[in-house]
């Protein structure tokens, strides 16, 4: 069973930034989608965002797609190297408050969260307003 652990969530001030990691060590992890989904109190797990499978041997990169809601302000990378998904976010809102989970797909998943393989435990954000 693959395991994915996501770190750097906190509190956080409206208008300020985080990064948000996601280690997938025992994960063959250039073989993987990687996603970035969020769920708030009371509400359902919702897409954030996503990067594709490597291309061309390369340690980065992948094709992304963000939720409409963080475009212009979230920004998701890869470190095959590293094992690790990143999700810098900047420009943060107090509607950004949630738990933030990383997910692996061995396919070429986008939003449904269904499709996904692999899922972390969470890292809670909180932004204050």
Not at 81 to 91: D, F, G, H, P
Not at 95 to 115: F, I
């Amino acid at each position: 069973q693959a395991q994915l652990v996501e770190s750097g969530g906190g509190l956080v001030q409206a208008g300020g930034s985080l990064r948000l990691s996601c280690a997938a060590p025992g994960l063959t992890f250039s073989s993987y989608t990687m996603g970035w989904f969020r769920q708030a109190p009371g509400k359902e797990r919702e897409f954030v965002a996503r990067i594709g499978k490597s291309t061309g041997g390369t340690s980065y990169g992948g094709s992304t797609s963000y939720a409409d809601s963080v475009k212009g302000r979230f920004t998701i990378s890869r470190d095959n190297a590293k094992n690790t998904v990143y999700l810098q976010m900047n420009s943060l809102k107090p509607e950004d408050t949630a738990v933030y989970y990383c997910a692996a797909d061995l396919g070429h998943s986008v939003s449904n969260p269904k499709l996904y393989d692999y899922w972390g435990q969470g890292t809670q954000v909180t932004v204050s307003s």
